[in-house]
Each structure stands twice: as C-alpha cells, then as structure tokens.
C-alpha cells in the first residue's frame, strides 16, 4: 500500500479546464448565474477525482482535502474561463463598447450624465486589453472563491475513512517448558 497523498494536480486541472471551457461558450455561460453553478460544480467534481485517488491507495479524505483542490481546481477555472471568454469577445466583437453605454441610455436608467461620461471615456481610453485583464482577474476571485466551496461540499459528500493499516499479528507466548 502506498502511504503517500496523491496529487491533486490532476483533478484540479481536469476539472478547471473542463469547467473553464464551459464557462466561456456564451449561452452556456449563463449556468453561472444560477448560484454560480458551474464554478461549484468545477471544485466538486475535482473533489470527487481526488476522493477516488485517495480511495485507490487507502488513504482518508476529508472536507478539508475536497476545499484545497477545489481551490486550486477554482485557479485554473478562472485562468482557463477568463482568457477564453477575453478570446471570444475580442475575436467576435463582443466587446463593443459603444453598443454598452448606447444601451445604458436606452435602459431609462437615471444615471448622471458626468458617471456616463466617466465611463465611456474610461471604456475608450483603456481597450479592450484592460477589460480583458479585469475580466480575467474577477474569474480567478470567484473561481477561487466559489470551487473552494464546491470542493468543501465534494469533501463531506465524499469523505472517506482510510483503511487501516495492516496490524502485525503477534505470535503466541512460548509455551513454559516443563
């Protein structure tokens, strides 16, 4: 038996990848408004990978182990969501600017017309690499955030006592001799 942790590297990356390319197809997207279900759903799938490694080499796994793989599965989700949405934005021109203040004033919105113009000249000054970035930035916090406690629920759905180790039999006492 191999008393050693396996990796949670593995996990991790298969379930951030995963659900960090669900998170940038646009419509599907839209799943991470319901609670943030998808980034939950990254930390507790890498819980449930890193729950069966344990079970392979017979070691306990906890609500604490299903929490740091899930953050660290929430890293490469907003890593992974966060380049690819900024990839898909800027490839498809989502990223139009004019058409987001042309639609706040269309909103009815009682906005003050000095914020909007701080707005629009912030938009036009700063491109679409800075919002990228910022967009980038926000997915790693809350994939950070929200896999960590997707995996603390993978952790006590999935929680596991280690077998024990093997007991050494002890032989019999000598018989007295006689």
């Known amino acids: 038996m ?5 990796s949670m590297m593995k996990p991790a990356l298969i379930a951030g ?24 759903g990254c930390g507790l799938l890498a819980a449930f ?19 740091l793989v899930g953050l660290v599965s929430g890293l490469v989700y907003g890593v ?9 934005q800027l490839a498809f021109g989502m990223g139009n600017f004019n058409e987001v ?3 706040i004033e269309s909103s009815g919105a009682d906005i003050d017309p000095a914020t909007l113009e701080q707005i ?10 800075v919002l990228a970035l910022i967009g980038i930035f ?4 809350f994939g950070a955030i929200f896999a960590t406690l997707g995996g603390l629920i993978g952790g006590a759905l999935f929680k596991k006592e280690g077998t024990p180790p093997p007991t050494m039999a002890t032989p019999p006492p000598p018989a007295p001799l006689v």
């Open 2 to 6: 191999n008393e050693q942790t396996p």
């Open 17 to 40: 990848a995963a659900f960090g390319v669900a998170a940038a197809i646009p419509l599907l997207n839209m799943l991470n408004c319901l609670c943030c279900s998808l980034i939950i």
């Open 49 to 67: 990978l890193q729950s069966k490694q344990h079970e392979e080499v017979g070691l306990p796994f906890k609500a604490g182990d299903g929490a």
């Open 80 to 88: 992974v969501s966060g380049v690819l949405s900024a990839i898909i």
């Open 101 to 103: 203040i042309q639609g």
């Open 120 to 129: 629009t000249s912030f938009m036009e000054s700063s491109g679409p690499a």
């Open 138 to 141: 926000f997915a790693i916090l």
